[in-house]
């Protein structure tokens, strides 16, 4: 039965990230549709709302109280929608400065911003940051999950990645053509309640299954619903906005703050060793991100959060590392599996942008990346090839990631060769540490003697250790 279960799971790990690395293929498409092509310097949502997303290239750096304002027309002539301001803006050649008239809580006023091309650089750098978090929180979630799947945390942490990885990956469609913005709301309402999910289970279990599923789901199900109700009212959108922004801030802060506890209270020194680089990466991952997220929020959207992509990696990579090292969820099958999907979908990804970039380029063939019919030439052959590949590239992950550091024979003939040569109880003592320590790379070690009153400690290693 069990083992019945733990398949059944896998399956579905599977069907998941392969709809995951779909999402990924139709938003990247979206993404590469921009390359080459004039743009307003900033992005605009369905609703025209300014996007709070900008590089120091851009032209609307200098004009940060844009974000999150509404463009209401473009040398004077009233815009309805966000394709219109792009309309425009592709007519004239990059560098063209248009007037733009922008509303904030009710009042307007006036910009004027020179169009920017968008580059390759200008992809990589704001989309290739988006695909590459999403695909490795799916990967490292999903993973987790499917080889531990009776396990609370496991859950907790699938949720947890496969919500960033679908808020990250339909961020590439946010700017345009808006057709994945309101699975991109869901999931942004929805990052609050994984993250808080997480902090009541991780490194220890807070309360009742139940109640940490209503505690951190039923709250934040009610600001989708109000989310999804005004997502398309450029006058409210802002405010519902920044408090997600505001509930993600805090409730990644309850996550920091729960493992930091958890390590400093921890009684085992094996559950400080396996929570040490998750606090680690946490801290690295999101308390930069968590200060650029709560400032843009009080500031009204005014400074930029495509940022924090740059380092929110660094969690799930962390609980990749411990899992690997420290053996977090005692299932060190994790890393490989979670590395194995992560390469295979990076390949993918790499070879579709590079063939898109390609044609575009060398062969002069405009638009093939956001073309139909070579998407879908892509996707068949990748479902061709893939079979014969997959099974290469899991050798490799197997050899390179999870091979033997030491000869179980080897090792066992030099002990017994050591043991067999003394009758020294002390370089007896030695050897029985020696081996261990350096084989199993153990930090501490020791070894007990039977006394007249109990065991009795007779050689440690380190000595001072």
Not at 135 to 155: E, H, Q, Y
Not at 337 to 352: E, K, M, P
Not at 400 to 427: I, P
Request: hydrophobic residues 55%; glycine residues 8%; proline residues 5%.
């Amino acid at each position: 039965m069990g083992a019945s279960y733990t398949q059944r799971a896998r399956l579905a790990a599977a069907l998941i990230l392969s709809a995951v690395v779909g999402l990924g293929v139709v938003s990247a498409r979206a993404g590469i549709a921009w390359v080459n092509r004039p743009f307003p310097g900033f992005f605009l949502l369905r609703n025209r709302v300014v996007a709070s997303v900008s590089l120091p290239s851009w032209p609307v750096s200098a004009f940060s109280e844009v974000f999150q304002a509404t463009v209401v027309a473009v040398d004077g002539v009233p815009a309805a929608q966000a394709e219109d301001v792009y309309r425009v803006v592709r007519q004239r050649p990059a560098g063209t400065i248009f007037e733009y008239t922008f509303e904030h809580h009710g009042a307007r006023f006036v910009r004027r911003i020179a169009s920017h091309l968008f580059t390759w650089g200008d992809a990589v750098l704001i989309f290739g940051v988006y695909l590459f978090d999403g695909l490795v929180f799916a990967a490292i979630g999903v993973g987790v999950w499917a080889l531990s799947p009776r396990r609370a945390t496991t859950w907790a942490l699938n949720a947890l990645g496969l919500c960033v990885g679908v808020y990250a990956l339909t961020a590439m469609d946010l700017y345009g053509p808006h057709v994945l913005f309101r699975l991109h709301a869901l999931a942004e309402s929805f990052l609050p309640a994984v993250f808080l999910h997480l902090a009541l289970l991780f490194p220890v279990r807070r309360m009742r299954l139940w109640r940490v599923i209503a505690a951190s789901y039923v709250p934040f199900g009610l600001l989708a619903v109000v989310y999804q109700t005004w997502l398309d009212e450029p006058g409210r959108y802002p405010a519902v906005h920044e408090l997600a922004t505001l509930c993600l801030t805090g409730t990644g802060l309850c996550l920091l703050a729960g493992v930091v506890v958890g390590y400093v209270r921890a009684p085992s020194e094996l559950v400080r060793h396996r929570v040490r680089i998750v606090a680690l990466g946490i801290i690295a991952g999101f308390l930069p991100s968590a200060a650029v997220l709560g400032y843009s929020a009080l500031t009204e959207g005014q400074v930029p959060v495509n940022v924090v992509g740059y380092t929110v990696c660094l969690f799930p990579l962390s609980i990749a590392y411990a899992v690997r090292k420290r053996d977090l969820f005692a299932i060190d099958a994790l890393v490989q599996r979670g590395l194995y999907y992560t390469i295979l979908s990076g390949l993918v990804t790499a070879v579709y942008l590079l063939l898109a970039a390609l044609g575009t380029h060398v062969f002069n063939l405009s638009g093939l990346g956001s073309s139909p019919v070579f998407s879908l030439t892509f996707t068949l052959a990748a479902l061709f090839f893939l079979p014969a590949f997959r099974d290469r590239l899991q050798r490799v992950v197997d050899l390179v990631f999870g091979r033997k550091t030491y000869d179980a024979e080897e090792v066992l003939a030099a002990a017994s060769t050591a043991l067999g040569s003394t009758f020294d109880l002390n370089v007896i003592l030695g050897v029985t540490l020696r081996f261990p320590v350096s084989v199993l790379h153990l930090e501490h070690a020791a070894v007990f003697l039977r006394a007249a009153t109990g065991f009795e400690e007779a050689m440690r290693e380190p000595a001072d250790g």
